[in-house]
């Protein structure tokens, strides 16, 4: 398997619900990070992990909980979520600084 | 002011025609710049990179940077209905990957 790999693809969840998204890449990157893409919105930075420290937090609700076991795996806890949280979330990895990134699928988060 | 603006389209142009995208950014110090084709609903794909003034070209793809007037954009020779896509502008500002900045994107629509 190559790429970034997202799981899972679709996702809906209750507002009380507690749920995980899982990253994979298997590029031999050393920075990964999450993503949201929300309609007719920029896609927002949300977090950075460089060697599995994290370097970045956009001013991200902590209902959102990032994790970064080692290089290569990240994860996204969430926890009570609001409707205005549904949309597409991303992570993508790079090899370094002012490298490009490469993206996962995605995982289609809707709050119910 | 947004950090990194695009026309948001759509940009019809005829198959076999040059497609003209633009994207201007605020950070002066920005050094890295990337073009990212994304289909509906589909993850971000990378198109080309450049860091220096002047063009780079890849294929139908020339980069063309402009420093200077805080300029990037991309050019689409002999576009193909294949590629009506949303193309997005990412921007790395002074502070390394962890002030990337993306535009909304500009919709690409090739006629055949």
């Known amino acids: 398997e190559t790429g970034v790999t997202q799981t899972p693809r679709h996702l809906v969840m209750g507002m009380t619900n507690k749920k995980s998204l899982k990253c994979e890449q298997h590029?031999?990157?050393?920075?990964m990070y999450w993503y949201k893409q929300s309609a007719k919105k920029p896609l927002e930075l949300m977090f950075v992990?460089?060697?599995?420290?994290?370097?970045e937090n956009n001013s991200v609700p902590s209902r959102f909980s990032p994790e970064c076991p080692n290089s290569s795996h990240l994860f996204l806890h969430l926890h009570t979520l609001q409707p205005e949280d549904s949309a597409l979330y991303l992570c993508?990895?790079?090899?370094?600084?002012?490298?490009?990134?490469?993206f996962g699928d995605g995982t289609r988060l809707s709050i119910l | 002011q947004k950090e990194v603006e695009q026309n948001s389209g759509p940009l019809s142009v005829p198959e076999g025609a040059i497609a003209s995208l633009n994207c201007t950014y605020s950070d002066r110090g920005s050094q890295s710049f990337f073009w990212y084709r994304q289909y509906s609903g589909k993850s971000p794909e990378l198109i080309m990179f450049?860091?220096?003034?002047g063009d780079k070209e890849d294929g139908r793809f020339t980069a063309q940077l402009n420093k200077a007037s805080q300029y990037v954009s991309l050019l689409i020779r002999d576009s193909q209905p294949s590629d009506s896509a949303t193309y997005l502008c990412?921007?790395?500002?002074?502070?390394?990957?962890?002030?990337?900045?993306f535009g909304t994107g500009t919709k690409l629509q090739v006629i055949p």
């Open positions: 992990y460089n060697f599995k420290e994290q370097t």
């Open positions: 990412a921007v790395i500002g002074t502070g390394g990957y962890q002030k990337v900045t």
């Open positions: 450049i860091y220096s003034n």
């Open positions: 590029l031999g990157h050393n920075a």
């Open positions: 993508a990895s790079s090899q370094g600084d002012n490298q490009p990134q490469h």
